[in-house]
């Protein structure tokens, strides 16, 4: 199965993000977390940094959109030239419609589930979506602890996906790190967020591939 580590620039330094993201050259995709003080307590960045750094970067851009009414503003980002792009179940009014629209823009659809948020209601519309995102903590704030009550969930989604045959991405996002990053590969997830992992560590790049090398060991 292959391994993805997509590090999240919320921890890194939002005044010099051209200089971060170059610390990271291995990394498989940047994951940009958006957030609007209404769906999240807390507020980031949006669509005109998120052009810029279109702009300044050859690597694919994975955003992780927390924010209310996702239908209205999604498709922007899908439109600028995201690779990939997560709107969350719980604020997304049309799901499916927007999936599809993501994809007739040429980016990856992504529906992300905060940890009360189950699986089941999506099972059967599974293929209406490239990733799953299975956050491991609440939404908002980088550098919280994993909660690793959601491996089930992890576990369960892998199975799903697998019965579908098709090439769905299972992401995990949250407190993945050296420690735990091992868990979620075994339970099924191939696709790593690691934010306060990455940009703590005194070499960005190392982690990346020291967190990759442990995901492949646990899931061959
Ligand atoms: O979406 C979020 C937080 O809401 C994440 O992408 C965090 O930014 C990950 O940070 P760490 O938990 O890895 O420090
Ligand atoms: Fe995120």
Redesign the pocket.
């Known amino acids: 199965m292959p391994v993805r580590i997509t590090p ?4 890194a330094d939002f005044a010099n993000l051209q200089r971060e993201i170059e610390r990271i050259p291995d990394a498989d995709l940047l ?1 940009i ?1 958006v ?1 609007d003080n209404h769906f ?1 307590p ?1 507020l980031t960045i949006g669509l005109p940094v998120v052009d810029s750094l279109l702009k300044i970067t050859e690597k694919p851009l994975d955003i ?1 959109l ?1 924010i209310d009414d996702p239908d209205r503003w999604a498709p922007g980002y899908a439109e600028a030239g995201a690779r990939s792009v997560s709107f969350h179940a719980e604020a997304v009014k049309a799901p499916v419609r927007l999936a599809r629209e993501l994809r007739a823009q040429g980016a990856r659809a992504s529906l992300g589930l905060k940890p009360a948020t189950p699986i089941e209601p999506y099972l059967d519309l599974l293929t209406e979506f490239d990733q799953i995102l299975i ?10 602890k ?1 909660l690793d009550a959601m491996l089930p969930k992890i576990r369960r989604t892998r199975e799903a996906v697998k019965a579908t045959g098709a090439d769905i991405w299972i992401q995990v ?5 050296e420690s735990t990053i091992a868990q979620c590969a075994e339970a099924g997830a191939d696709t790593f ?8 560590a005194e070499n960005p790049d190392a982690m990346v591939n020291a967190l990759r090398d442990k995901a492949v060991a646990a899931c061959h």
């Open positions: 999240s620039i919320l921890n994951h977390d957030m999240v807390n992780h927390m956050m491991t903590v609440e939404p908002g704030f980088g550098g919280q994993f996002d949250g407190g993945v790190s967020v690691a934010g306060s992992a990455v940009f703590s």
